[in-house]
Structures are given as structure tokens and as C-alpha cells.
């Protein structure tokens, strides 16, 4: 089914239109999330430095990133269908092959990676407790992360909205375009978004915070 420009913007972002006025646009027969959407093997998560640090903005902490995600997908494939940065944690949406949804093994393998790649590109750590340096863990991300399960294309695009709209929910960037670290712009390329979505560069109004309700996000 090819979903209407209205339904992809969906219910996250009818109060955010009937606060300001922002039409949604994109280009609806080229929206067809049945390529994008996989059942049962789709996830979002939210993954945060140790302490809330900021450093993940920085050039070496993104190369270093990108390095140890490469890396951990050439041996436990899996696509990154959405993700964005900000200084102190990321979100992501995750697609894993058929019958494997060991995410927590390639999440460990890749926050191993990159406190290993970044600590010795003169990143720097904080203390962690003695258990946890004795499960040979580094100060850079915390311990946990936040998952959930993608139910549905409406919760996918749900979460991909929310991916690519949270550096103006954090007061970082005005416009979704505006912000380089995310993959709104390939999303963009793909004809899913206009490059002006939720854009306020013409505009006086200060968007609204919290206007798309973070209550699965886990922040
Ligand atoms: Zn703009």
C-alpha cells in the first residue's frame, strides 16, 4: 500500500501543524515504506554517553564511530535504516536479517570498538565502578540502552520522524535540514521527505518543545 502525504506525517506531528501552520510534504508515490519496513526485524534504539558527555560530534569520535559500526557489520550484518547524532547520545533504527535479533551483541561489539578506537585517538574516559572495569568496560558509554521493538510501518515512521525532527527537539538546529548528523538528507534523496520538511526558515514562530512526545524514546 502507498501511504498519502498525510498519513506519513502521521500523528506525531499533527500537533506540531496545528501549532504552526507546517504542511507535510512529500512526494507520496515515491513513498513506498513497504521497501523500508520489515516485520519482526526492525528496532529502535537510543544509546547515551557515560555521564551524558558530550563528544560524539566531533570529528574523530563520528570517524571513529563509523569505523566500529563498519566493522561489526562486515561480520553481524545489519542495515541502519535512520540514525542521528547529538553531542550525547544517538538514535537509531536498525534493521537485522531474518531470525537474528542478537542487537545486544553488536551494540557491545561496536561500543567496545569505538572506546578502543576513540580512547587511543586521544579520547578521553571516566572513572567507572570496579565491576564494571573488571567486565574490561570503559568509561565512555553507559552500560545500558534503550530498545524497542518497531510494531508496525506506522511505528516505524513514528520513530523515523522522531529521529530525524529530535536535534530541533534538543534546541540544537531550527529545521530538520539543518542538521548534518543525521539521515534526514538521505532520506531526503530518496524522495521519503521535502528538504523543507518542518522547516521554520521563514518563518518567526519558535517551534513548541516536546511537541512530539518522546514517550517511547527513553530520554
Ligand atoms: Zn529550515
Given at each position: 500500500m502507498?501511504?498519502?502525504?498525510?498519513?506519513i506525517?502521521g500523528q506525531?506531528?499533527?500537533v506540531l501543524?496545528s501549532?504552526?501552520?507546517t504542511?507535510?510534504?512529500?512526494?507520496?508515490?515515491m513513498?513506498d515504506y513497504?521497501?523500508?519496513?520489515?516485520?519482526?526485524?526492525?528496532?529502535?534504539f537510543?544509546?547515551?554517553?557515560?555521564r551524558?558527555?558530550?563528544?560524539?560530534?566531533?570529528?574523530?569520535?563520528?570517524?571513529?564511530?563509523?569505523?566500529?559500526?563498519?566493522q561489526?557489520?562486515?561480520?553481524?550484518?545489519?542495515?541502519?535504516t535512520?540514525?542521528v547524532l547529538l553531542?550525547?547520545?544517538l538514535?537509531c533504527i536498525w534493521?537485522?536479517p531474518e531470525g537474528?535479533?542478537?542487537?545486544?551483541?553488536?551494540?557491545?561489539?561496536?561500543?567496545?570498538l569505538?572506546?578502543?578506537k576513540?580512547l587511543a585517538?586521544?579520547?578521553?574516559e571516566?572513572v567507572?565502578?570496579?565491576?564494571?572495569?573488571?567486565h574490561?568496560?570503559?568509561?565512555?558509554?553507559q552500560?545500558r540502552f534503550?530498545?524497542?521493538?518497531?510494531?508496525?510501518?506506522?511505528?516505524?515512521i513514528h520513530?523515523?520522524?522522531y529521529?530525524h525532527?529530535n536535534?530541533?527537539?534538543?534546541?540544537l538546529a531550527?529545521?530538520?535540514?539543518?542538521?548534518?548528523?543525521?539521515?534526514f538528507?538521505?532520506?531526503?534523496?530518496?524522495g521519503?521527505?521535502?528538504?523543507?520538511?518542518?522547516?521554520?526558515?521563514d518563518?518567526q514562530a519558535d517551534i513548541?518543545?516536546?511537541?512530539?512526545?518522546?514517550?517511547?524514546?527513553?530520554?
Amino acid at each position: 500500500m502507498f501511504l498519502s502525504a498525510s498519513h506519513i506525517c502521521g500523528q506525531m506531528d499533527t500537533v506540531l501543524r496545528s501549532a504552526t501552520g507546517t504542511a507535510c510534504l512529500v512526494p507520496s508515490a515515491m513513498a513506498d515504506y513497504r521497501r523500508v519496513f520489515q516485520p519482526g526485524g526492525m528496532f529502535f534504539f537510543t544509546v547515551v554517553t557515560e555521564r551524558r558527555r558530550s563528544l560524539l560530534l566531533g570529528l574523530s569520535a563520528r570517524r571513529c564511530l563509523h569505523a566500529a559500526i563498519r566493522q561489526v557489520q562486515t561480520q553481524h550484518p545489519f542495515e541502519i535504516t535512520a540514525i542521528v547524532l547529538l553531542p550525547d547520545h544517538l538514535h537509531c533504527i536498525w534493521k537485522l536479517p531474518e531470525g537474528d535479533s542478537d542487537f545486544s551483541m553488536r551494540w557491545a561489539r561496536i561500543k567496545m570498538l569505538f572506546s578502543k578506537k576513540w580512547l587511543a585517538n586521544s579520547g578521553s574516559e571516566v572513572v567507572v565502578s570496579p565491576s564494571r572495569r573488571s567486565h574490561r568496560e570503559r568509561g565512555v558509554w553507559q552500560k545500558r540502552f534503550w530498545e524497542h521493538t518497531i510494531r508496525d510501518e506506522d511505528d516505524m515512521i513514528h520513530h523515523v520522524n522522531y529521529i530525524h525532527y529530535n536535534p530541533v527537539k534538543h534546541g540544537l538546529a531550527r529545521c530538520p535540514h539543518a542538521w548534518p548528523h543525521s539521515s534526514f538528507h538521505r532520506w531526503v534523496r530518496q524522495g521519503y521527505y521535502s528538504e523543507d520538511w518542518l522547516c521554520h526558515c521563514d518563518e518567526q514562530a519558535d517551534i513548541p518543545p516536546n511537541c512530539f512526545p518522546p514517550s517511547a524514546c527513553g530520554e
